[in-house]
């Protein structure tokens, strides 16, 4: 038996070009949705480009004279995939040096003794800022360690200006937050995850497409890739040595290694590296 359903598509145009999104019917019950987005250069020298579902890795595809925003956009709607179990993703701005506490300003509440907090804000241009609203927009639902929940409770949970990207998705979102000590959360749609939080977060990963997010968090980030919890990674790599304050990764701790799926560059210098977890890395035997 097949279950039809209508094809959709959207049109996106650009100085030099145009490209369509397409989502197919469905074949066979239980079979994958085709999605692909086409585009086409236009003028005296045109050329043809798409990508599918079934190619996943390309994601070096260019949109034709977009403006980044509309390139990030359809490689989100390219990535959509509901048909998976809920991917999750985490985003941390980190600095040279490895640094990601107090990326974005001096708090001796939440960091004391840190007394170069906010090095990442002043290196965020319009892309950069673009490209996390981006992100954030495409989010199911969001997971934190307790210290960056509270962070964000206090600040992005109070505030009504929902027409914000991040505004919007965090306070209309489900939220989670790993904690044993937390038993009353006051945001909006909160739930406490502890126990078994390994068990806990596959159950959530187990649900039917969408994207699980951990933004921050770097105790949980660290905690969750040592648990192959995380399916994909962003870095947000700052031209910057803090030289003090908590890093990502201490001095031992497990091996791993990771398949770069996207790379760029932002003006004032930021890189975003995009990883997913490959297992153990191969280590040389011999020296030449």
């Known amino acids: 038996m097949k279950h039809h359903r209508e094809r959709t598509s959207v049109n996106l145009s650009t100085k030099r070009g145009s490209c369509t999104y397409t989502t197919g019917p469905r074949g066979n019950a239980g079979s994958e949705r085709t999605t692909t987005i086409c585009c086409n250069s236009g003028g ?24 980044r925003a509309k390139h990030w956009f359809l490689l989100a ?15 941390i701005q980190i600095s040279v040096d490895g640094v990601v506490q107090a990326n974005g300003g001096r708090n001796e509440k939440q960091d004391p003794g840190m007394e170069r907090g906010g090095w990442a804000r002043p290196l965020f241009d319009n892309e950069a800022l673009t490209f996390v609203n981006e992100f954030y927009r495409r989010a199911d639902a969001f997971l934190f360690g307790r210290r960056t929940y509270d962070l964000f409770a206090g ?12 505004v919007g998705a965090l306070n209309t979102k489900p939220k989670y937050v790993v904690s044993n000590t937390l038993t009353d959360p006051q945001w909006t749609d909160t739930t406490v995850l502890s126990g078994d939080v390994v068990a806990a977060i596959r ?12 933004h921050g968090s770097g ?10 919890l995380v399916d994909e990674m962003n870095l947000l790599i700052c031209p910057v040595i803090v030289g003090q304050g908590a890093r990502l990764f201490p001095d031992t701790g497990p091996d791993l290694a990771l ?17 997913r977890p490959a297992g153990r890395p191969q280590y040389a035997t011999t020296i030449d």
């Open 155 to 166: 600040y992005w949970g109070v505030r009504n200006d929902l027409e914000n990207p991040i």
């Open 203 to 214: 159950e959530l990963k187990a649900k039917t497409g969408g994207e699980l997010q951990v």
């Open 77 to 91: 709607l390219i990535h959509e995939r509901k048909d998976e179990p809920m991917k999750l993703t985490t985003n």
């Open 44 to 67: 005296e020298h045109q050329s043809n480009a798409c990508m599918s579902n079934q190619s996943m890795e390309s994601r070096s595809f260019e949109f034709f004279g977009a403006s």
């Open 259 to 275: 398949d770069l799926v996207d790379s760029r560059a932002f003006p004032k210098g930021i890189t975003l590296q995009v990883y």
């Open 219 to 228: 105790t949980l980030t660290h905690w969750l890739l040592a648990h192959n």
